[in-house]
């Protein structure tokens, strides 16, 4: 049984940076794709970034330039470093671990952008 778990969430004002962390447990956490996903009040879940097990990168648009996701293999750990944030970035945030047809979620952390 895989486990992801996140942590690092809080509330920041407009600007500020946030460092989300998600460990991975209970798999082959190399030979996963792993990403950041959110969900805002009222909107449908979206990926936010994602790393394959060779380290390619993906961005939503919305938030290229501003954050950037990395993993650490060994330590079996996923990071997503948020940047300039912004009000419409508050969401909950889940961290997914996918493989062929296995897939692992998080509980998710609260990201809460305010002034």
Not at 13 to 26: D, E
Not at 49 to 65: F, Q, R
Not at 92 to 102: K, L, P
Request: charged content about 15%.
């Amino acid at each position: 049984q895989g486990q992801l778990v996140e942590s690092g969430g809080g509330l920041v004002q407009p600007g500020g940076s946030l460092r989300l962390s998600c460990a991975a447990s209970g798999f082959t956490f190399s030979s996963f794709a792993v990403g950041w996903y959110r969900q805002a009040p009222g909107k449908q879940r979206e990926l936010v970034a994602s790393i394959t097990s060779g380290g390619a990168t993906n961005y939503a648009d919305l938030v290229k330039g501003r954050f950037t996701i990395s993993r650490d293999n060994a330590k079996r750990m996923l990071y997503l470093q948020l940047n300039s944030l912004e009000p419409e970035d508050t969401a909950v945030y889940y961290c997914r671990g996918a493989r062929m047809a296995i897939d692992y979620w998080g509980q998710g952390t609260q990201v809460t952008v305010s002034s």
